[in-house]
């Protein structure tokens, strides 16, 4: 759609010739800046009507809502701004990188289509000269010293075998070869290639025994996929054999894999990500975080702390007392280390539940972030919920002067900007252009250059916080309507006769009452309206002065139209009988429907229509069950076809079957129209193409294959509830700035891109995040960090413009060991999960695995080359921030989503790829390395939770019971042996043999082991996207099949290679970039 290029860069890779025109020198921006009026606000800053305002429930009145006039005025892209470029110039605004942007003109814009296919990367030639780049890079040993870990304790080093570490040194270290040698690789995802060279040469370390690269360079030669052929051996850690010599070659074949097998590596000697977690959680947990440090390495996200986006840092603010009493006390709390004031102290940033970052330390220059090859990246999840304990957003109201901008950048007032000339100019930290201080803002600056009203206004001070927007903001200078919700259901033959229509009627009839609203008003903003359809489409009138509602059909489905205005979208308090009265009569008035057939595109065309009609912005829920297969547009057809599997062709089926949907999404994101969608399918439903819509609006799609209303009531109902109550920001659009040096490059989300910069959202909720990739223009200056503005225009449900700002600075550094001592695992995995499923739409999936393992090898190739203390080639040497990158990276290669395997429904890729393209980072950890708890040996007297055990099966036992949750699935499995009390409390019956596994709810029982565990269950769904079905497993019974696939240490049924094997091939990766 607006991005139809490749995704998946290989950051700095040779083979760019787009980054050529990095390196040119950028200098001062060179852009003339038009400087925009600000309406001539010479009023003086006064209370009334610029105070700020708590931003947690409680927005104020809500804007004014007339009734909108007649004509409806279709938005285009000049009037879907993030904020008044100029009021009156319309060309400032955002347009790419213009002169009233942060990108002087004078560098041409950036643009997918302008960089090579990705298929290149993985190219002999330049796959050689990556190697060869490695190989000529000075040695640049900083001793054990140079990379001292600020966060935890090293690995588990007792288990190490071999050589000991240097007791300082923090990298994560494997012994020599003779532990590791190099493994049969084609068994490896298909991403490594069978081994030519004589692996003797690997296990002794010498360099130049064999070509270095002669396996990289066989890589195009590949028939496709051979990493699936069936597998003999068994999983992982049971492999057995000592033979740490190799035959001369590996023909390839399956049965050769179980043969030449290594000495049994012991998997509690290699990276544990539990351990990771677990001494994080050690460490941090419970604590506060502060945010006033520039380029601190935030807890992991799966700790938990309370988080303190504080401006002030270390010493108590002199002027808490004056004028604005709004801002709250609390935030004063100090620290009583640092008693230094200086600006690197004073400064608040984005808390990491609203900002992550791949690292904390962006490389100063750009041939050394080629050097590396770390992606720099955020990721930003702007309405990110808040704990109770934590301070929601203050909001700051200018009244009708605005927020107050850099005149050249545009870039919001925030703690980045330095006041100067007494205070009447401030300096921007993101374009150095020195402004002129409104009249209204002027205030005097203390003895070490400090605003003296430096606490007493967040934009000054935090690092995230809310501008009240102008009409300058609103669609058409007009303010927002509150938003609409629209409820269309399909009433085809199988919904009626599941009984799906009958539950959902009755579910709206009390859900309605739960739609979101300010808290301090009684009642939600948010309007309703209700649509049936199949073949063609209903409205329905639920006019509060009606005795019964009136329905009207809209049969011509090819150029769908709204027929009724008024009485569609109601007030639900207002119109409660007659609403009711209509979800009363919905079931029975297509209770003998024999209609089969379905359209889609029309129904979500009507919702839009029917928003725009009202001038709103708004939400449309659809629930479908079938392929539209009626004659309408976007009509599809059955195309899947399990032979692409594993081809070049294999990308068609995560495309859309026709254009039609991309249009359709582009014409709702316009309107402010996000489309959730509820799926209910027994067979193909082509999600590709249907979930489109839902994709790039920033809606949810929920998938229940399937569904049965005994079984799959409580999820289906559970999500529903969650999703209409929600936190939603509507008719978003986002802007990330950043200081001189480095741009954000490219966006991963469900969002919608019209130009290179706007990243534009019909609606963004509290669970979508969108991962943000910055590459460098020039130098970056150590002294003053590399700084992002992270701004998102939105309405909010009352209908007010709001500016929501999450500013986050980081370091710069000169060292490359800084670089990978602020790396964040978790971060680097949600950047490469997003952007290998963004490219697979465009190449071959066996060219974006090998390009993530790749670029995982030459990370940690880097890292060893110029960071870690000497040693022998043949160790495998990790960097402590990415200790367990080797095995959340091996989870990404098995998803289903990047294995190709014909057994995998393509609907189910489909839907796991629409997921997680939108997801935040501690949802993608958790979701390629699912959460397993031991329940039988759990202590039911205390509040704590289990420790988490490793996923493989080496850690279940028969005489156990497990938990395993990655936030889409929840299973519990049972051991054969499982204690009887344990059973006896869960369950209620006497013995295993009594378990039935057809529940997928626990009892409600009164007894310690019930309760515990339903509370576990309870936490673990808590703040999750999406509901979990709970899935019951009995040790040896055929689900335990589906539940295998999760212990993700272990070898998958289909084919993907487990932890050890894994490691070992990035080892060899590892070794022959070092030789
Ligand atoms: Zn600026």
């Keep these: 759609m607006s991005q139809p290029g490749y995704v998946a860069t290989p950051p700095y890779s040779q083979s760019q010739p787009g980054m050529g025109g990095f390196s040119t020198g950028l200098g001062p921006p060179t852009s003339s800046p038009h400087y925009g009026h600000y309406g001539g606000p010479n009023s003086l800053y006064s209370a009334p009507q610029s105070g700020m305002l708590k931003s947690t429930v409680p927005f104020g009145s809500s804007a004014p809502v007339g009734s909108p006039p007649p004509g409806i005025h279709l938005y285009n892209q000049t009037n879907l701004q993030n904020g008044p470029g100029t009021p009156g110039h319309q060309q400032h605004r955002f347009q790419g990188p213009s002169p009233g942007s942060s990108v002087p003109p004078s560098y041409p814009p950036y643009s997918h289509q302008s960089q090579p296919p990705y298929a290149n990367t993985a190219s002999p030639s330049s796959t050689a000269q990556l190697a060869n780049q490695l190989g000529t890079m000075q040695i640049n040993s900083y001793g054990p010293g140079a990379s001292p870990s600020s966060r935890m304790p090293s690995g588990p080093p007792a288990s190490f075998q071999g050589p000991p570490l240097p007791p300082t040194q923090p990298q994560m270290a494997i012994p020599p070869g003779a532990q590791i040698p190099p493994t049969p690789a084609n068994n490896l995802n298909g991403i490594c290639t069978p081994p030519s060279l004589p692996p003797l040469a690997m296990q002794d370390g010498i360099p130049g025994s064999g070509p270095p690269n002669a396996n990289l360079q ?72 502060a945010t006033n440090i520039r380029g601190q390495v935030p807890p992991l996200v799966t700790t938990d702390c309370v988080v303190q986006d504080q401006g002030l840092g270390s010493y108590y603010c002199q002027s808490l007392s004056k004028k604005t009493s709004t801002f709250r006390a609390e935030t004063f709390v100090t620290s009583k280390e640092n008693p230094s004031c200086t600006d690197e102290f004073t400064q608040g940033n984005a808390s990491p539940r609203y900002i992550r970052c791949t690292t904390y330390c962006f490389p100063a220059s750009s041939d050394m972030a080629k050097q590396a090859r770390i992606p720099l990246a955020a990721i930003v999840t702007p309405f990110a919920i808040v704990p109770p304990n934590e301070t929601p957003l203050y909001v700051v109201n200018h009244g009708e002067t605005g927020p107050i901008r850099c005149n050249r950048c545009k870039a919001y007032m925030c703690p980045f900007m330095q006041f100067i000339e007494g205070g009447r100019k401030y300096q921007c930290g993101f374009c150095s252009c020195v402004n002129d201080v409104p009249p209204f803002f ?3 600056l203390d003895h070490v250059g400090r605003r003296v009203d430096h606490y007493e206004r967040p934009e000054l001070s935090l690092g995230s916080y809310e501008f009240v927007a102008t009409l300058d903001y609103c669609r058409n200078n007009k303010p927002p309507n509150p938003p609409a919700y629209i409820f269309m259901i399909d009433v085809s033959y199988s919904n009626i006769k599941s009984g799906l229509v009958k539950l959902i009627c009755d579910e709206l009839k009390t859900l309605l009452d739960k ?9 939600s903003p948010i309007r309703v309206g209700f649509v049936t359809y199949n073949k063609v489409l209903h409205f329905f009138n639920v006019k509060s002065n009606l005795a019964q509602p009136q329905m009207m059909v809209v049969s011509d489905v090819g150029e769908v139209f709204v027929p009724l205005l008024d009485g569609f979208l109601v007030n639900f308090q207002e119109s409660r009988s007659v609403i009711s009265n209509l979800l009363d009569q919905i079931p029975e008035m297509f209770a003998d429907t024999n209609e089969s057939e379905t359209v889609f595109a029309p129904v979500i065309l009507a919702g839009m229509e029917a928003l725009k009609a009202a001038e709103c912005a708004g939400k449309l ?29 294999e990308k068609t089926l995560f495309q859309p079957q026709v254009n039609f949907y ?33 994709m790039y609006t920033g809606g949810t799609l929920y998938k229940y294959n399937n569904f049965q209303v005994h079984s799959d009531s409580p999820q289906f109902l559970s999500d529903l509830r969650k999703d209409i109550e929600k936190r939603t920001g509507f008719d978003a659009i986002m802007r990330v700035r950043t200081s001189t040096g480095f741009r954000a490059t490219d966006f991963f989300g469900g969002i919608y891109m019209n130009n290179t910069t706007d990243v534009e959202m019909a609606a963004i909720d509290c669970n979508k995040a969108v991962t943000v990739e910055f590459k460098h223009d020039d130098k970056l200056n150590e002294d003053t960090g590399a700084l ?38 978790d971060a680097l995995i949600n950047f ?37 203390s000497p040693s022998a080639v043949s160790q495998l040497i990790l960097p402590d921030a990415m200790k367990v990158l080797p095995v959340y990276m091996n989870c990404l290669l098995k998803s289903c989503v990047l294995v190709g395997r014909p057994e995998i429904p393509t609907d189910e890729r489909a839907y796991h790829r629409q997921l997680i393209m939108s997801m935040d980072v501690a949802n993608t950890q958790l979701f390629f390395y699912p959460q397993l708890l031991p329940i039988h040996n759990m202590d039911v007297k205390s509040d704590a939770f289990p420790t988490s055990v490793r996923c493989s099966e080496e850690r279940l036992s028969e005489g156990g019971v497990f938990f395993l949750a990655n936030g889409l699935n929840m299973f519990l499995w049972l051991g054969v042996s499982a204690p009887p009390e344990v059973i ?24 310690p082991y019930s309760k515990k565990l339903r509370s576990i269950m309870k936490y673990s769904q808590s703040q999750k996207p999406y509901s979990m079905k709970l899935i019951i497993v009995k040790q040896r019974e055929q689900p335990e099949m589906l539940f295998r696939q999760f212990l993700v240490e272990d070898k998958s049924i289909y084919g993907g290679a487990s932890y050890v094997d894994f490691l070992c091939c990035v080892h060899r990766e590892i070794c022959q970039l070092l030789n």
């Design 218 to 289: 066989q890589l195009p030669g590949q028939p496709p996929g051979p990493g699936y052929h069936p597998q003999h051996v068994n999983y992982g850690p049971q492999m057995a054999g000592s033979q740490l010599s190799y035959p001369g070659a590996f023909p390839g074949g399956p049965g050769q894999l179980a043969g030449p097998q290594q000495k049994k590596l012991d998997p509690d000697s290699i990276p544990s990500p539990i351990q990771v977690i677990e001494n994080d959680k050690a460490s941090r947990g419970g604590q506060t975080y």
């Design 442 to 444: 002027f205030q005097h």
């Design 984 to 1007: 006896q409390g869960i369950f209620n019956v006497p013995s295993f043999a009594h378990i039935s596994t057809e529940a997928t709810q626990l009892p409600e029982l009164d007894n």
């Design 621 to 649: 829920f659809i629930f479908h069950s079938s392929l539209p297969t009626a004659e309408a547009p976007g009509k599809l057809k059955n195309r899947d076809d399990k032979k692409l599997v594993n081809t070049d062709k």
């Design 515 to 523: 739609l979101p609203r300010e808290e301090q008003e009684e009642a």
């Design 832 to 868: 490469f999960a997003k952007s290998a499923f963004k490219a697979i739409l465009t190449q071959p999936l066996k060219t974006v695995r090998e390009i993530l393992m790749n670029q995982t090898a030459h990370m940690l190739a880097c890292y060893r080359k110029n960071c870690a």
């Design 662 to 694: 991309e249009t359709l999404a582009r014409d709702c994101v316009a309107n402010g129209c996000c489309v959730n969608l509820f799926l209910f399918p027994n067979q193909y439903v082509d999600i590709a193409s249907m979930g489109l819509v839902t």
């Design 788 to 825: 992002i503005q992270c701004a998102v225009l939105y309405t909010t449900i009352s209908g007010q413009r709001r500016l929501r700002i999450h500013n986050i600075g980081l370091n710069c550094s000169s060292q490359l060991a800084d670089v990978y001592k602020s790396c964040e695992t």
